[in-house]
Structures are given as structure tokens and as C-alpha cells.
């Protein structure tokens, strides 16, 4: 390999290293504001409430969210 080459190389490796550091601390970082978010929160997961029957079917294919009916 060239001086050239191996120089050129060198810096790549060196790039490399960095970016896949960042990458990460970047994972844990986010690993741990999840870990925080779901401490603070368990109530917020409220069960959705029932959607009603129309015609036998769900009325949520059948009715927008304004109540407007869909054909």
C-alpha cells in the first residue's frame, strides 16, 4: 500500500470510529429517555374506548371522527 494509500486509510479508520462512537452513545442516550419516559407514565395507557356497531358493522369504517357518514 502507498504511502498515499495508507494515509488515506488511517483517516477513514479514524472517521469510522467516530461516527459508530457517536451512533452509540446516541443508542444509550435514547435508551435511557425511554426508560425515563415509561417511569413516569404507566396511568397514561388508558384502554381505547369501545367503538359502537352499525348495521352489524364497526362504525368507525362507516363514520368519520366529525360524525360525517362514509358511503
Request: one cysteine or more.
Amino acid at each position: 500500500m502507498s504511502p498515499e494509500a495508507a494515509a488515506k486509510h488511517e483517516a477513514f479508520l479514524k472517521a469510522r470510529g467516530r461516527h459508530y462512537s457517536n451512533e452509540a452513545e446516541a443508542m444509550k442516550r435514547a435508551a435511557q429517555l425511554s426508560d425515563d419516559e415509561d417511569d413516569d407514565s404507566p396511568a397514561e395507557e388508558a384502554a381505547a374506548p369501545p367503538v359502537r356497531k352499525v348495521n352489524g358493522a364497526s362504525s368507525a369504517a362507516h363514520e368519520t371522527a366529525d360524525g360525517m357518514k362514509c358511503t
